[in-house]
């Protein structure tokens, strides 16, 4: 099972990277799992969000946020819409799905027209 990611939003902000001091470097981003198969894509309802810095290259987490950080981060979490639980069957379901209903359709007639013609 392949995993990817739906970025529902992506936002620099113009907050201090709390590790280097630089601004306009924390990029904000909200993503939405999806789970690919060969059989179905399956939308996840959870959202991860992630706060990054371009210039130190770090992953700032929650425990060193500022207000203002935790402010902004409020707002962008508002703007966001996430799209639906979901899941979406591939071609590859379907065909399987008609190969298997026609291998039970022929079975059961190969069998029922056997029976009948037992007891002639």
């Known amino acids: 099972m392949k995993t990817e990611y739906i970025v529902l939003k ?8 709390p ?6 470097s924390l990029t904000l981003s909200f993503k939405q799992k999806k789970l690919l198969n060969n059989f179905f894509v399956k939308t996840k309802g959870e959202v991860i969000e992630s706060m990054n810095c371009k210039k130190c ?4 987490f929650p425990g060193r946020w500022t207000d203002d950080i935790e402010r902004v981060y409020d707002y ?3 703007t966001i819409s996430a799209t639906p639980t979901s899941i ?4 590859l379901f379907y065909v399987m799905l008609l190969l298997s ?7 059961y007639t190969y069998l029922f027209h056997q029976e009948v013609f037992m007891q002639l």
């Open 76 to 78: 962008h979490k508002k």
């Open 88 to 91: 979406k069957f591939t071609g």
């Open 10 to 17: 992506e936002t620099i902000l113009n907050n201090n990277c």
């Open 101 to 107: 209903l026609l291998i039970l359709a022929t079975l």
């Open 57 to 60: 290259e770090t992953i700032i």
């Open 19 to 24: 590790e280097c001091y630089s601004t306009e």
